[in-house]
């Protein structure tokens, strides 16, 4: 107790046990269609959000982007539009999809919405305790990855960035190459495959462009850039690194090829195939799928898979809709048609996946959706005519023609 002109102050000690802070409201934010969650993502100059789409019920990726940040990096702006066109021009399982994009011109800011996956392959195999994958998992990758440099090669793309943490794994375990920022769409008309620039990562370019080269094959650097990944997946390191870029590029110039003797001789012929300094005798992706070890059967042995942890299936958007729906407190007459639609369905959507929603191999939610249509109708058969109508306007959503 400290008096001060008369006035009598008490001060009471507080553990920090004792302070509660107030949970921060989640803010629901919408663009167009999708409803964002929390962010899954982040590069140079973009971050990526979990979205669901209102109408379908699928999870997506929305990929956002600030047009003036993009103008402070060189050739930031032409990369976006590069990679907007290549993706709407390809349709491949193992090629992330792009589905659409918006520009808001209020803020200013690119939104590309793209079929959502849960997890980065890079951060996979970080999760491991030896930083690999087992064989019969890295072969299971690769091959996938194999399959999505073979279409590319095919519509005359060179990637030009293929790393672990350019692919990703969705529900099914399918593999999805992305990123085509710094990819190059080859001439048609041209009979070889030169391209005279790559912006590539450092640790995944070939010789050829650590020395300097004024053109070079593009797809042979796709080629080496998958044989560093698959070593990546089988050792849990790096086959060249260094210091800097300058030691790195002076590593990766030489070229000498160490690879562990405990890899099976047919692994290590694919290795050395695909890491050839050698470009005329660097195996293509071709050369690569026909393979030995690649054509042959791996067994899973044991319990040693990488495994996806549970979370990351888990949606994040459901915490935002539960500030957009939930409406426990209102009496039916105080709410509009729309608001106790959105209530009642949030209340089924409660009761059957709690707080602790899971989209797994459908990677949507409209079986539930659907269902929640049918709850409404039995829960409130008095169910006036407008209401019933949104009712019916929701069945329709669920199941889109």
């Known amino acids: 107790m400290i008096e001060d002109d008369g006035i009598f102050l008490n001060f009471h000690r507080a553990d920090s046990i004792e302070i509660v802070y107030p949970n921060k409201q989640d803010k629901v934010k919408q663009i167009g269609r999708y409803i964002l969650g929390d962010k899954i993502g982040e590069g140079s100059y973009s971050k990526v959000k979990e979205a669901i789409d209102t109408v379908t019920l699928e999870r997506r990726a929305i990929k956002i982007m600030k047009r003036q940040r993009l103008k402070k990096i060189p050739n930031g702006e032409q990369n976006v539009k590069k990679e907007i066109e290549l993706l709407r021009r390809l349709d491949h399982r193992n090629i992330i999809k792009l589905i659409e994009n918006i520009y808001c011109d209020e803020k200013e800011k690119l939104y590309i919405v793209m079929e959502y996956c849960f997890i980065v392959i890079q951060e996979l195999i970080e999760s491991a305790p030896d930083k690999k994958f087992p064989i019969w998992q890295s072969h299971r990758y690769f091959t996938q990855i194999l399959d999505g440099l073979e279409y590319l090669h095919g519509q005359g793309i060179v990637h030009n960035d293929i790393k672990p943490s350019n692919l990703l794994i969705n529900t099914k375990e399918v593999v999805k190459i992305i990123d085509f920022g710094v990819s190059q769409l080859l001439d048609k008309y041209e009979e070889n495959d030169y391209c005279v620039h790559s912006q ?14 004024d053109k070079f094959h593009g797809f042979k650097v796709d080629c080496w850039a998958s044989g560093i990944t698959l070593f990546k997946f089988v050792t849990g390191y790096y086959p060249f690194e260094g210091e800097n870029v300058y030691i790195l590029f002076e590593n990766i110039s030489k070229a000498v090829l160490e690879i562990p003797a405990d890899l099976d001789d047919l692994l290590q012929s694919l290795l050395k195939g695909l890491l050839e300094r050698d470009v005329s005798k660097r195996l293509s992706i071709m050369e690569a799928k026909n393979h030995h070890w690649i054509r042959r059967t791996h067994p899973k042995f044991g319990n040693d898979e990488v495994k996806f942890n549970e979370k990351s299936q888990q949606t994040s958007v459901l915490q935002y809709i539960k500030g957009l729906y939930e409406q426990e407190d209102e009496e039916d007459d105080e709410l509009s048609d729309e608001a106790y639609l959105r209530r009642e369905f949030w209340r089924y959507t409660k009761l059957n996946i709690r707080n602790d929603l899971k989209i797994r191999s459908s990677n949507s939610i409209e079986s539930n959706a659907t269902d929640g249509c049918s709850f409404i109708n039995t ?9 019933r109508s949104i009712v019916d306007n929701m069945k329709d959503r669920c199941n889109p023609s």
């Open 379 to 387: 829960r409130r058969p008095e169910l006036s005519q407008s209401k």
């Open 200 to 213: 590539g990562t450092p640790a995944f370019q070939p010789p050829e462009i650590a020395q300097g080269q």
